[in-house]
């Protein structure tokens, strides 16, 4: 296979070609004049007219790449006005045989492409797309419905057998009797056009609810016919009842227990303003995130309430604020600080858009600012928009547009986009493992940075051959070099010199018959190592956690090979992995790797700083209940133990 072949395969076996056209190639072509065929809009892309718009989009910086591919033209663009005549006829060649089947042009758009630094969970968009998916909570509106409808009612059913008790029998007008049946026949033809009207509510259908108990014996009386005697004690029973609890309608206790009901249920539903909150994100980039979305949060203005009947003032609730929220667009720390992100998931899905403008720096550094970075810029953001195979950073390099725009490689920015992401690794969940997602980012960042760093992800064995993993072995001997004499080694029992020893020799498998040894006899609820495909360091959690525990799972890399050193202290990492590890919802799996990363912080702070956070612990331990505190105290005892040497 000849070096053209190779280069080709590289990108485009893996695509998967789209026969039919999209919207902005048909308009592209009727703009241009050409049939609507990609191989038509290629060959007019490489003459004047179509080399002076991908011009104009690398200035404007306003197109979106929905694919890796996308960039190739626009590439070719650049070095036809860099003067690079020859690499873009050779950029050319390669792209020609696919011109029928690939798209190689951008995405227009009427915003300016690529941001620096920032990152958002979700675009604004897609935070519409939710708030206009919530719909009225049925309990709500049926409270709504009982405040607004059937309290008033029941106030004026108590109202007319009060004033029956009342009555005296002298009286001008119409005889008691006959005034008395008329407002009863009327009450009751208002309950049934309640009843038909507002059907949410079936408090008043229970025969045995006060309400109905007054309806019945209502019915009694608008026909005119004498109340049994069991009725009329029933009756006289829930009258005197709903008085005791209430007060009389019209008394200043039921007075204020009504107005403060009617406040209530004159709150709008979280669907109505969820409604208006969209509305307000309709005129905003669908694409992009928000830099203040205070600026659509704040309550119902005038005007608003004016056009849409919500009552002005009202504040947005937090259900809906957390949708719109999450379309922050600020660096990850912020994103951290606010509890936008909340676990090392979102934080590696992140990273393409708040790395983007660091690594575009590593293929042509000399290039500070202008088209060119940010369409790398681009190229590395819209990975959120790529299949996940095309997300792997490390494969952009290897493509032959970019490498034709940026033949040389420099590692700095990389290394400096591996240390950061390490940094929000370390930092921002000190008592939680990093997500298979983050470091399979980190191996990525390290392989452009050049770093040949030992990091791992499961299974540990393969369940085949039954034999450790190769990637095992680099991580324990990193775990050695770090731990060794430190309270980590002691704590947990390890013996590092005859780690590393393994690790160098590569003894697999006296590294996975110490991991057995170290979990013991298998017990309840573990895997019997008698089944014929059992492999412990695949099938055995409690294998694999001593795997984890020797190895640290990956904090060792971490700290030894990327060089990272917390802002804040290892000292304040061991705190807030103490924090994780006595919460109430820990549970004992979660808790334990809490514990392992407090006494891995623990061992790399100086003396007087281990003995500042035990007496920390112990202090926090005093205020725990009795429970919590009980379950960590042989943990802390040994901590301190392991500390003494």
Same mark, same amino acid.
């Given at each position: 296979?000849?070096?053209?072949?190779?280069?080709?395969?590289?990108?485009?076996?893996?695509?998967?070609?789209?026969?039919?056209?999209?919207?902005?190639?048909?308009?592209?072509?009727?703009?241009?004049?050409?049939?609507?065929?990609?191989?038509?809009?290629?060959?007019?892309?490489?003459?004047?007219?179509?080399?002076?718009?991908?011009?104009?989009?690398?200035?404007?910086?306003?197109?979106?790449?929905?694919?890796?591919?996308?960039?190739?033209?626009?590439?070719?663009?650049? /070095?036809?006005?860099?003067?690079?005549?020859?690499?873009?006829?050779?950029?050319?060649?390669? %792209?020609?045989?696919?011109?029928?089947?690939?798209?190689?042009?951008?995405?227009?758009?009427?915003?300016?492409?690529?941001?620096?630094?920032?990152?958002?969970?979700?675009?604004?968009?897609?935070?519409?797309?939710?708030? #206009?998916?919530?719909?009225?909570?049925?309990?709500?509106?049926?409270?709504?419905?009982?405040?607004?409808?059937?309290?008033?009612?029941?106030?004026?059913?108590?109202?007319?057998?009060?004033?029956?008790?009342?009555? =005296? =029998?002298?009286?001008?007008?119409?005889?008691?009797?006959?005034?008395?049946?008329?407002?009863?026949?009327?009450?009751?033809?208002?309950?049934?056009?309640?009843?038909?009207?507002?059907? +949410?509510?079936?408090?008043?259908?229970?025969?045995?609810?006060?309400?109905?108990? /007054?309806?019945?014996?209502?019915?009694?009386?608008?026909?005119?016919?004498?109340?049994?005697?069991?009725?009329?004690?029933?009756?006289?029973?829930?009258?005197?009842?709903?008085?005791? $609890?209430?007060?009389?309608?019209?008394?200043?206790?039921?007075?204020?227990?009504?107005?403060?009901?009617?406040?209530?249920?004159? &709150?709008?539903?979280?669907?109505? %303003?969820?409604?208006?909150?969209?509305?307000? /994100?309709?005129?905003?980039?669908?694409? =992009?995130?928000?830099?203040?979305?205070?600026?659509?949060?704040?309550?119902?203005?005038?005007?608003?309430?004016?056009?849409?009947?919500?009552?002005?003032?009202?504040?947005?609730?937090?259900?809906?604020?957390?949708?719109?929220?999450?379309?922050?667009?600020?660096?990850?720390?912020?994103?951290?600080?606010?509890?936008?992100?909340?676990?090392?998931?979102?934080? #590696?899905?992140?990273?393409?858009?708040?790395?983007?403008?660091?690594?575009?720096?590593?293929?042509?550094?000399?290039?500070?600012?202008?088209?060119?970075?940010?369409? +790398?810029?681009?190229?590395?953001?819209?990975?959120?928009?790529?299949?996940?195979?095309?997300?792997?950073?490390?494969?952009?390099?290897?493509?032959?547009?970019?490498?034709?725009?940026?033949?040389?490689?420099?590692?700095?920015?990389?290394?400096?986009?591996? $240390?950061?992401?390490?940094?929000?690794?370390?930092?921002?969940?000190?008592?939680?493992?990093?997500?298979?997602?983050?470091?399979?980012?980190?191996?990525?960042?390290?392989?452009?940075?050049?770093? &040949?760093?030992?990091?791992? %992800?499961?299974?540990?064995?393969?369940?085949?051959?039954?034999?450790?993993?190769?990637?095992?072995?680099?991580?324990?001997?990193?775990?050695?070099?770090?731990?060794?004499?430190?309270?980590?080694?002691?704590?947990?029992?390890?013996?590092?010199?005859?780690?590393?020893?393994?690790?160098?020799?590569?003894?697999?498998?006296?590294?996975?018959?110490?991991?057995?040894?170290?979990?013991?006899?298998?017990?309840?609820?573990?895997?019997?190592?008698?089944?014929?495909?059992?492999?412990?360091?695949?099938?055995?959690?409690?294998?694999?956690? &001593?795997?984890?525990?020797?190895?640290?799972?990956?904090?060792?890399?971490?700290?030894?090979?990327?060089?990272?050193?917390?802002?804040?202290?290892?000292?304040?990492?061991?705190?807030?992995?103490?924090?994780?590890?006595?919460?109430?919802?820990?549970?004992?799996?979660?808790?334990?790797?809490?514990?392992?990363?407090?006494?891995?912080?623990?061992? /790399?702070?100086?003396? #007087?700083?281990?003995?500042?956070?035990?007496?920390?612990?112990?202090?926090?331990?005093?205020?725990?209940?009795?429970?919590?505190?009980?379950?960590?105290?042989?943990?802390?005892?040994?901590?301190?133990?392991?500390?003494?040497?």
């Amino acid at each position: 296979m000849n070096e053209d072949t190779t280069q080709r395969t590289e990108w485009a076996d893996y695509r998967h070609y789209r026969p039919v056209l999209q919207p902005h190639e048909r308009e592209a072509a009727r703009l241009a004049g050409v049939p609507e065929n990609r191989r038509a809009l290629f060959a007019y892309s490489l003459t004047g007219p179509g080399i002076a718009r991908l011009w104009s989009l690398l200035d404007s910086g306003r197109y979106e790449l929905h694919a890796p591919e996308e960039a190739a033209l626009l590439c070719v663009a650049w /070095l036809v006005r860099e003067g690079e005549l020859d690499a873009a006829a050779e950029l050319v060649a390669l %792209l020609e045989p696919f011109a029928d089947r690939i798209p190689f042009a951008p995405h227009p758009t009427d915003r300016p492409a690529a941001g620096t630094g920032s990152a958002h969970v979700r675009t604004t968009g897609e935070a519409a797309r939710l708030l #206009a998916q919530r719909r009225p909570n049925a309990a709500v509106a049926a409270q709504h419905e009982a405040l607004t409808v059937w309290r008033p009612f029941e106030d004026e059913l108590l109202a007319y057998w009060l004033r029956q008790a009342d009555t =005296s =029998s002298a009286s001008s007008g119409p005889a008691p009797a006959d005034l008395a049946r008329t407002q009863g026949a009327a009450l009751l033809e208002r309950y049934e056009a309640l009843t038909a009207a507002h059907p +949410l509510t079936g408090r008043h259908r229970d025969p045995k609810s006060n309400t109905a108990v /007054l309806l019945r014996a209502l019915s009694e009386s608008a026909a005119g016919r004498e109340l049994p005697p069991h009725l009329t004690g029933l009756l006289r029973s829930c009258v005197a009842s709903m008085v005791a $609890r209430r007060g009389r309608p019209g008394s200043p206790e039921h007075t204020r227990l009504r107005l403060a009901q009617a406040r209530q249920a004159a &709150q709008p539903a979280h669907s109505e %303003l969820a409604a208006l909150v969209r509305d307000r /994100l309709a005129p905003l980039d669908p694409d =992009s995130g928000l830099a203040d979305p205070d600026a659509v949060l704040g309550p119902v203005t005038v005007e608003e309430a004016g056009q849409t009947g919500l009552t002005s003032g009202t504040a947005v609730p937090p259900a809906v604020r957390a949708v719109v929220t999450a379309a922050l667009s600020a660096p990850p720390e912020t994103l951290l600080a606010c509890g936008v992100v909340t676990s090392a998931e979102p934080l #590696a899905e992140l990273a393409p858009q708040y790395l983007g403008a660091d690594l575009a720096l590593a293929w042509h550094p000399e290039v500070l600012d202008g088209p060119l970075r940010t369409l +790398l810029t681009e190229l590395y953001q819209g990975s959120r928009r790529f299949n996940p195979y095309l997300r792997r950073f490390a494969r952009y390099p290897d493509l032959p547009w970019i490498r034709a725009v940026s033949p040389t490689h420099v590692r700095e920015p990389a290394h400096a986009a591996l $240390r950061r992401l390490a940094f929000l690794a370390l930092e921002a969940f000190p008592g939680s493992d990093p997500s298979s997602r983050l470091i399979q980012q980190l191996v990525e960042l390290a392989q452009e940075a050049g770093i &040949q760093a030992s990091f791992f %992800l499961e299974p540990f064995a393969d369940n085949y051959t039954r034999t450790v993993t190769g990637k095992l072995m680099p991580a324990a001997r990193v775990a050695a070099d770090l731990l060794r004499g430190t309270p980590y080694e002691r704590y947990y029992g390890i013996d590092y010199a005859a780690v590393r020893d393994m690790a160098e020799a590569d003894d697999r498998e006296g590294f996975g018959r110490l991991c057995v040894e170290r979990a013991g006899p298998p017990g309840p609820g573990r895997p019997q190592a008698l089944k014929p495909t059992f492999m412990p360091l695949v099938s055995d959690p409690v294998v694999i956690e &001593q795997a984890m525990t020797l190895t640290t799972f990956n904090l060792a890399p971490l700290v030894h090979e990327v060089g990272v050193t917390p802002r804040a202290g290892w000292d304040a990492l061991a705190r807030g992995a103490f924090t994780a590890a006595r919460r109430r919802s820990a549970t004992p799996k979660k808790a334990a790797r809490a514990w392992r990363h407090l006494m891995f912080h623990l061992s /790399l702070c100086d003396t #007087a700083r281990q003995a500042a956070v035990l007496d920390w612990i112990d202090a926090e331990s005093a205020r725990l209940p009795a429970s919590t505190a009980a379950r960590l105290a042989p943990m802390v005892a040994g901590a301190r133990r392991a500390t003494r040497g």
